[in-house]
């Protein structure tokens, strides 16, 4: 079994490989260290359920799990929610993110920036794996207003929706998506290489 020692000392590059080597029974016990006070812990515990659930589909049982943590009064608890949630909806073969996708799309309206990128990037793991949220995601994300947003934030949230706005015209465009990304492409909010960038994307 997995010690908090033993996790502590295990060198980042390392957390990998090491994922690979879990039993089902940690992975109960990381989930509950997600809880633990001590940062380093907490992160090199997220970080090693999320490379598990690169391969592996057992950290998703913990959905609901996923699911609380998304409306938690902790900004970190919303972060781990988020990011866990994109991770192992490659996973879903019950469409659970179905029931989840309105408490999930809230967090674009977070208090914290930093966890609204977090969020948006986030829907770059979910966009895939789920056409019949295209429209929905699409919606939500042209609805955010960027003038709203923190000053120093507004050209980065505006990257995050296009890069995922782009994601999403590979399977399905439409007036709306076309309209906003042109839009934003001809705004002043963005500067040249930003611009090129989504342009080699589309």
């Known amino acids: 079994m997995i010690s908090i020692e033993r996790l502590l000392v295990i060198e980042k590059e390392d957390l990998p490989e090491f994922s690979k080597t879990l039993q089902k ?22 970080l090693l359920l999320q490379y598990r659930s690169e391969h592996y589909d057992d950290v998703y049982p913990f959905w609901d799990v996923f699911c609380e943590k998304l409306k ?9 929610g988020l990011m866990l949630m994109a991770d192992n909806v490659k996973w879903d073969r019950e469409n659970k993110i179905d029931g989840a996708i309105d408490d999930y799309l809230k967090i674009l309206y977070d208090e914290k920036p930093i966890i609204v990128r977090q969020c948006i990037q986030a829907l770059g793991k979910i ?71 989504i342009e080699s994307m589309l």
């Not at 029974?25 to 006070?37: P, R, V």
């Not at 009064?73 to 781990?80: A, E, G």
């Not at 019949?132 to 505006?158: C, F, G, P, S, Y």
């Open 127 to 197: 966009v895939p794996y789920k056409t019949q949220l295209h429209e929905k995601i699409a919606n939500e994300l042209m609805a955010i207003n960027i003038m709203d947003v923190k000053q120093t934030m507004r050209k980065l949230i505006l990257l995050d929706i296009l890069n995922i706005l782009a994601l999403i015209r590979k399977n399905r465009t439409s007036e709306e998506i076309d309209g906003y990304i042109s839009k934003a492409l001809t705004g002043e909010l963005l500067d040249k290489k930003s611009k090129k960038q």
């Open 72 to 80: 938690s009064p902790n900004s970190y608890h919303r972060s781990l």
């Open 25 to 46: 029974e940690e992975i109960s016990q990381l989930m509950e260290w997600l809880t633990e006070k001590d940062d380093k812990l907490r992160y090199h515990t997220l």
